[in-house]
């Protein structure tokens, strides 16, 4: 290529991108959205508010409940102010315009504050980023119950179409379980794909999912999940673009594969059969370990908590664990366990669980039962809470609710309130005022973390039966069993051998038979 020629193309290349430029500010994408330009047809003409909330006039919004409001204002969609994801420099700006999703939020209020809604939309907006996806919008409606057509009524449709269209939106998020009529309905009237908030989830952890484990959890629930909206979707599955070959169809498009509707239902119930017992094969490992430390009676502390509440940060400062810590939803997928002391040299193991979350999908908790069982056979529960988050009692609700269908609500249960060096004074009094028996701790500064260490190994199951004992030199291993699994009470050393009282298990003292005293 001549000299000239490089140049002739560097001005084309130039001209090209002005008329690109010039393209870009007079697309709909930059037009400000008017919502005059079209009435709402059920809702009685009300547009889209701006980004405050218009109440009754003269009253604080948070003095009364929705059922309160003119009707009118109950069901406009409100847009919430700084929903929009931050970009922060050109490096992000061309790489979220590269590779992630631009999608717009839309939650349905029904109970609760309105603090309680922007809470909520607050944690979709975190799950979204998650996901992958850059937020350009979010909007709330006040509604009795989710329309069951279109989740936000057929007037409201139409608003959301118009702020996709100006936002240049190409993904909808619906803060609820979507049923497949109100998927494909949604998907019909915006013209761009729309997933629920179970979609987003299972997206999330398919792609956090690490072990082989993890990874055929996540299928089973993503299976079982389309299984039951098929002909919401239309004649093919072509959302379900398998595994890491699928970056590019986005959120709800990492899953088992492509079928023609005719025989999907029949594969995915083959393929569901065989995850099961893929499954029920892994789970064989992890019983022997538990059996292991059945017989052996070392107790076990389950970490759990929300999502990104410092349960792995927690774990890492109590064991040295190294176990991966990331300032994200969902992290943790594969249960990890890390051996512990205590003080008396009593040994006793530490497991780090996969984070809880509001509404999480029934999917999910079946496909996760067996790690999740890993709590519910705990002989202590350390329940972490971000003491930072706008709403701590939902996050220990939400826990506790979960635990509840895994049936281990009945166990031992310290409550932990992390991050408190995020904490104000005034936050902390009212915590510790609402859970007088909590304790508190910065698991990244490390103040407290002794404390719970503390806890947890008063709180630890004790021995119970007795032996008195003159246990020959050559049987030091027996010694060994009581200082990992039990307690000595005296040690006396004599020429004949140490003999002991000691407090174990009633297993470890069936081994000193022959060597009990009188």
């Known amino acids: 290529m001549t000299d000239d020629d490089a140049v002739t193309d560097e001005n084309a290349a130039t001209d090209g991108a002005a008329a690109r430029d010039e ?6 994408q930059e037009a400000p959205y008017d919502a005059s330009d079209e009435a709402d047809d059920d809702d009685l003409g009300v547009t889209l508010m701006s980004e405050d909330f218009v109440g009754i006039e003269g009253e604080d919004p948070e003095s009364y409940d929705g059922d309160q409001l003119e009707l009118a204002e109950r069901l406009s969609l409100r847009r919430v102010a700084g929903i929009r994801t931050d970009l922060q420099d050109i490096t992000e700006v061309e790489y979220r315009q590269l590779r992630l999703e631009r999608v717009v939020l839309v939650s349905v209020w029904t109970t609760g504050s309105q603090a309680d809604a922007d809470n909520a939309m607050a944690e979709l907006k975190l ?3 998650t996901a992958g996806s850059e937020v350009l919008e979010g909007l709330i409606q006040r509604r009795k119950q989710p329309d069951p057509a279109t989740y936000i009524g057929r007037g409201k449709v139409a608003e959301v179409r118009e702020v996709v269209r100006a936002t240049g939106a190409d993904t909808v998020i619906c803060d609820g379980e979507l049923s497949a009529s109100q998927l494909r309905n949604l998907e019909d009237e915006i013209k761009v794909k729309v997933v629920d908030r179970t979609i987003l989830i299972l997206d999330i952890f398919a792609q956090h999912a690490r072990s082989a484990e993890g990874k055929a959890q996540v299928e089973l629930a993503q299976l079982q999940y389309r299984k039951q909206r098929l002909r919401g979707w239309g004649g093919n599955l072509s959302r379900q673009a398998g595994g890491q070959a699928a970056g590019g169809a986005g959120i709800g498009g990492r899953g088992p594969g492509e079928t023609k509707i005719e025989t999907d239902r029949r594969r995915i119930n083959t393929r569901i059969a065989i995850l099961r017992r893929k499954l029920r094969d892994m789970d064989v490992t992890r019983e022997t370990k538990r059996a292991e430390r059945h017989r052996h009676r070392i107790p076990s502390v389950a970490i759990v908590g929300y999502t990104n509440a410092g349960k792995s940060s927690l774990l890492n400062r109590l064991t040295g664990a190294g176990v991966l810590v990331e300032d994200a939803l969902f992290a943790t997928l594969d249960p990890t366990t890390r051996r512990a002391e205590a003080g008396d040299g009593r040994v006793y193991t530490l497991t780090d669980t996969v984070g809880f979350v509001r ?3 029934t999917e999910l908790i079946e496909a996760f039962r067996s790690t999740l069982e890993e709590s519910s ?4 529960l350390v329940h972490v809470v971000d003491g930072a988050d706008p709403d701590p009692a939902g996050q220990v609700d939400a826990v ?6 895994i049936e281990a609500t009945d ?4 409550l932990v309130f992390n991050k408190m060096d995020l904490v104000d004074a005034t936050t902390r009094l009212g915590l510790a005022s609402a859970y007088p ?17 503390a806890a947890i190994e008063a709180a630890l199951p004790r021995p119970e039966a007795e032996v008195r004992a003159l246990v020959p030199y050559s049987r030091g291993d027996l010694l060994d069993k009581v200082h990992q699994y039990g307690e000595f009470v005296t040690q006396e050393f004599t020429s004949e051998g140490t003999r002991i009282v000691a407090l174990v298990h009633a297993d470890l003292a069936g081994e000193f038979r022959p060597y009990l005293e009188q």
């Open 23 to 28: 393209e870009i500010a007079g697309s709909p």
């Open 377 to 380: 056979q705990a002989d202590l």
């Open 411 to 414: 166990l031992p249960e310290l």
């Open 437 to 453: 028996a909590a304790m508190f701790c910065s698991a990244r500064t490390g103040v407290g973390v002794e404390e719970i260490r």
């Open 127 to 129: 799950l979204a980023e």
């Open 359 to 361: 509404h999480l999908p």
């Open 400 to 405: 506790r609710q979960v635990l509840g269908e």
